[in-house]
């Protein structure tokens, strides 16, 4: 180790320095949180797609996600609803469609004003 | 007389140091928040904190002295406002200045300390207590060099009224010079009286949560920090006067100097809070007996052969 | 306020803005002078083992992902190897080279964290701010590679899940080129800023000989010169081929901990760039079966805090029989009181911080001794104990007819 003398404060350089870089943090609401395209946010359902296996049903976690037919076997009227509150955002679900009608999107926006809004509809 | 009472209640007095204060804060806040790669604060934060802590509910310990708990901010504060008056801002001159002015300045200024460690006595709680002890074993560290480092300038001067200082040093610009070791000392003391890093031991959040403050709460918190705001003000400005004695002769430009020097140091006190970690208690008595008190001690003893010498 | 023979007793926690997460100590205090220490744990018990019995491997696989906040790919890694043993999966080489990726940013982002933390418990927030700041673009490539900037869920059984794009490689690059920069940096402030080595050093001291005795692990063990990366002494996975520079220190204290992982996060930056030069081609993962044969297994991977063993136990069915994560800030917790005491108040917080501490990947279960007036009972004595309570507040529950609970 080095035995030189130094003073307290080898940190004052950087400091100065920052005073006149660009700050690394966004005033948030107002900046750009630049989210990756891949990131796993809320959830996407392409329902024509769908074959009603219920394997994301099944492989949920946190039993956040519900798939319901509304039509009949031959005349599918597919629907998925998704609990936010519940939701992990771990996109089993997403792995585990053998059909590919689940996929994550970057929208991490999902703050809502009151319980009951976070069930939405796929 | 009236104009007096004006100068005292509004400009350059009370209402200006509130006014400065809040900007202080500010540019303590903002600068510091740049120094550590961060955006910071808007401008009217500090004004936002102290309406909001105005609004907000008031809760006294059971079992602290409720009659002390309440009356401490208050008188905090005016002590911290008395001692503006005698710092010299508009012009050459304090708004009441007379021979000794200096002493009770400091004397002044250690009242809001020891209203600190009241507060955090009475309060009767563990972290409270501890803090109040700190902030107490704190004053008893630092106040013998800073009286010395703000004394020195005096010795020399062979005055005791800031306003006799500063039109002394004024005049003699160069003589200023020589305390400039008791400079970084009022400086370094200065830090330790305000509690800012690194010394800010007494109120450190991570072992005693924010110490003598802790319970405090509502309008009488806003009042505790606004009078630490204050006394960052006020100690920016004595020492402005006392070492820093640049003066034009124009009291409007005089006082864009005041506030061109009062920044500039709190800016130096600043990066010192910002690129230092927080010293223990028994390194900050080191630090304060072995080093700060034997370099203020030369200083005055300097100062005092320095007077004969030159004959003044 | 507790006095007790003139002595204070200062509680630290369980709320306290120097702890993370709650966790109480009951510091006795001589002056500023730390002269007994308790340490309790257990307000952050959250029954994940349970939970992962009662559901099926693969949604135990982010159960297991959220033991920790910080270190998670430790966790699935081991979990993951626990059921691959089990199932005889053979993962590709490039699933486990990303593993091994992945594994390592978590070790940059979980030290740059602690040394983040340190610097905080130490009223030194500058540096605080910019170890976080650095911390973000690790996390951000994080992000990029599996999603999100905490729980990756890169691992999956057989393989991982995201396979990484040849920009993504050359992103990781340049991050890891301005990394070691602030790394280097950090290292040379670490060793010559005398308001850091004055706080950390002398300070939480652990001998060879205590570390064994408390059986310590990761950088605290490492800080005393115990080299117990389990990455080293029993490599797994990429590891087997690529070998690891192990870093050890004699200072035996806070400041020792803080070198081991300085220099840790530069041979992390090394083995990422190892690894993604050498990144073969081919699958990223293989089916796995959704049942476990029966069996038991335990795992031991390095995690940033230390080794990290997993125990999982099947009997063939989709759901595990028993689960068992030994974090490693379980191993640490030991040797605390000890390191406390005889030190001074201030330096408390960074000696809680120096091993650390997970609070809530440790807490499992509540332990029943004797001490301490505690007491067994049988489950008919308990509710007539119960029952005896209700009648002394005026209630008459002896009439309630409760179901037959199953015994044993």
Known sequence: MKKKLHLPGELAGQAIRNVFAKPATIDYPHGDPSIPANYRGRLVYDAPRCINCLMCMRDCPSKAIRIENRGTKENPDMHAYLNVARCIFCCQCVDSCPKKCLSASNDILLARLSRDELSVEL | ?312 | MSERDGKFVLPIGPQHPSLKEPCSFKITLDGEVVEKAVVEIGYNHRGLEKACESRTFVQDLYIIERVCGICSHAHTSAFCRCVEEMCGLLVPRRAEYIRGIVGELERLHSHLLWLGVAAHEIGFDTLFMYTWRDRERVLDMLAAIGGNRINYGVNTFGGVRRDLEPELIAEIGRVMDALEEKLKYYFELALVEPALIGRLSGIGILRPEDVRRFSAVGPVARAAGIMDDTRIIEPYGVFREIAVNGVTDDHCDVYGRTIVRVKEMLESVRLIRVMLRELPDGPISVKAPRRVPAGEILIRVEAPRGEDIHYVRSTGGDMPDRVRVRAPTEANWHGMSYMLEGFHLADVPIIIAAIDPCYSCTDRAVRLTDAGGSSLHAWEELRRLGIERYQSLGIDPSGIRLREFPRG
């Open chain 2, 1 to 312: 007389m009236l104009l007096d009472i004006l100068k005292i209640l509004l400009f350059p007095g009370f209402a200006f140091l509130a006014a400065y204060a809040f900007l202080l804060e500010y540019v303590d806040r903002k600068a510091y928040a740049r120094m550590q790669n961060r955006v910071g604060p808007p401008w009217y934060q500090p004004l936002a904190d102290f309406f909001k802590l105005l609004g907000k509910k008031v809760i006294i310990p059971r079992n602290a002295g409720k009659r002390t708990f309440a009356a401490l901010p208050v008188v905090s504060l005016a002590a911290v406002a008395t001692a503006y008056v005698s710092v010299p801002v508009w012009g050459r001159a304090a708004i009441v200045g007379y021979e000794g002015d200096l002493v009770v300045v400091l004397y002044l200024l250690s009242i809001p300390t020891i209203c600190l460690f009241l507060a955090g006595f009475s309060s009767h709680d563990v972290y409270t207590i501890m803090g109040a002890f700190r902030t107490l074993t704190q004053m008893f560290a630092y106040e013998v060099p800073l009286f010395i480092a703000f004394l020195s300038p005096a010795v020399l001067a062979g005055t005791w009224s800031i306003t006799g200082i500063l039109a002394f040093y004024a005049d003699r610009p160069l003589l200023a010079l020589v305390n400039l070791p008791a400079f970084f000392i009022a400086l370094l003391s200065a830090q330790s009286k305000l509690e800012r890093a690194p010394f800010d031991a007494p109120e450190a959040e991570t072992e005693i949560v924010g110490g003598a403050l802790v319970e405090y709460s509502g309008r009488y918190l806003a009042f505790m920090h606004a009078s630490a705001m204050c006394e960052l003000a006020v100690v920016t400005s004595a020492i402005a006067a006392l070492f820093l004695p640049v003066l034009t002769g124009f009291a409007a430009a005089d006082f864009a100097l005041y506030l061109i020097k009062t920044l500039a140091l709190l800016l130096l006190l600043t990066l010192l809070r910002a690129s230092v970690a927080r010293i223990r208690m028994d390194q900050m008595l080191n630090f304060c007996w072995m080093v700060m008190t034997p370099m203020a001690i030369i200083q005055i003893v300097v100062n005092l052969f320095l007077r004969g010498g030159l004959g003044l």
